[in-house]
């Protein structure tokens, strides 16, 4: 598991460093990130192939001996912590068990296992939580038998484009739903006055067909009623 630590479970202490806030906390599911860079200390080596080799067939030695790869292993799974906001939150969370105790020395301390030797333990204990690293990013192997956390070097998740919102429109302040319904009458009537308009004066207007008859063109738009007659030489 890839654990995220966000700005809202973060806080500066009186030291001026960074530690995880005392505050309800969830995590949300995250998907691939475009990099991701594991502890840098050799504790990758023993960890399954990484994706990009196994989707091109590499073995697991080629992948983290000879090509020194730390990205963390194909099934692993990204999570971020962020605050919990209300109580609406819960449906994140799986179903409610029974309160257990808190766990004695749960203090985010690197303790080594009490049922190996101290010398089968040197590097592969698991590092300070409470030494937050620049990634503010850890990699936890969880197995039967115990869980060991390491600090990533660096990780990058794909920026996340904010959507604009649409603006809804508005009318006119001096527009209200009673003069609007006025102002389309007033529209209506001025159309239907246009068209009549349109209408008398389409009447008055000469016809093709009648030029091409030869008939003479209706007196009306254009013409003067009674033309003067035409002087012609004797």
Not at 62 to 87: E, F
Request: net charge neutral.
């Amino acid at each position: 598991i890839v654990v995220t630590l966000t700005e809202a479970v973060l806080e500066k202490g009186e030291d001026g460093k960074l530690r995880v806030a005392d505050i309800p906390v969830i995590a949300e599911l995250q998907d691939m990130p475009e990099l991701c860079r594991g502890p840098a200390d050799g504790f990758m080596q023993k960890e399954p192939i990484c994706k990009v080799c196994k989707e091109k067939n590499y073995t697991r030695d080629y992948c983290r001996n000879t090509s020194k790869h730390t990205t963390p292993p194909y099934q692993a799974v990204y999570v971020k912590l962020v605050a919990k906001q209300s109580d609406d939150d819960d449906h994140l969370r799986p179903a409610k068990r029974k309160k257990r105790k808190p766990e004695e020395n749960a203090d985010g301390k690197p303790r080594p296992d009490p049922d190996t030797p101290d010398e089968a333990t040197v590097g592969i204990e698991s590092d300070d939580l409470t030494e937050i690293h620049k990634s503010r990013t850890f990699f936890a192997a969880v197995s039967s038998k115990k869980i060991t956390v390491k600090w990533c070097e660096h990780i990058l998740y794909p920026e996340v484009a904010e959507v604009p919102q649409q603006a809804t429109p508005t009318m006119p302040p001096q527009m209200n739903m009673g003069n609007a319904s006025n102002m389309q009458g007033q529209l209506w009537d001025a159309f239907r006055a246009g068209a009549m308009w349109a209408q008398s004066q389409g009447g008055q207007m000469q016809m093709p067909g009648a030029q091409m008859m030869g008939q003479m063109p209706t007196p009306g738009y254009g013409h003067p009623p009674n033309p003067a007659p035409k002087n012609t030489a004797v």
